[in-house]
C-alpha cells in the first residue's frame, strides 16, 4: 500500500514561489502526477513525471511557470511553482497516475 503525503502548501502574494513536496515509499516504479481542484472548479492534472523522471509534461496554464521533479532516493515528487498567480489558489493533489493512489492535498492560497 503507498501512502502519499504533501507537504509545502500555503498562502503566498502574487508572483511568489512555493514548492510543494509529496513523499511515500514504493513510488520510485510509478509516473506520478500534481493535480489541483478550485472551489466550484472540477479537478485539473497540473504536471506529471515519467518513473525516473526522463519525461515531463505540463498544463497550459503552468507551463514555463511550474516544474515537476522527483529523487527516487528520496521517495519524494516536487512541484516548483514560480510566478504564482491568484488563479493558482487550490487544493494540490499528488497522486500516482494509473489513479490508484492519491494524497490528501495541500492548500496553496495566492492573493
Known amino acids: 500500500h503507498v501512502q502519499l503525503v504533501e507537504s509545502g502548501g500555503g498562502s503566498v502574494q502574487a508572483g511568489g514561489s512555493l514548492r510543494l513536496s509529496c513523499t511515500a515509499s514504493?513510488?520510485?516504479?510509478?509516473?506520478m502526477g500534481w493535480f489541483r481542484q478550485a472551489p466550484g472548479k472540477e479537478r485539473e492534472g497540473v504536471a506529471t513525471?515519467?518513473?525516473?523522471?526522463?519525461?515531463?509534461r505540463y498544463a497550459d496554464s503552468v507551463l514555463g511557470r511550474f516544474t515537476i521533479s522527483r529523487d527516487n532516493a528520496k521517495n519524494t515528487v516536487y512541484l516548483q511553482m514560480n510566478s504564482l498567480k491568484s488563479e493558482d489558489t487550490a487544493l494540490y493533489y499528488c497522486?500516482?497516475?494509473?489513479?490508484?493512489?492519491w494524497g490528501q492535498g495541500t492548500q496553496v492560497t495566492v492573493s
Open positions: 514504493g513510488i520510485s516504479s510509478y509516473f
Open positions: 497522486a500516482t497516475l494509473n489513479g490508484a493512489y
Open positions: 513525471i515519467h518513473s525516473a523522471g526522463h519525461y515531463t
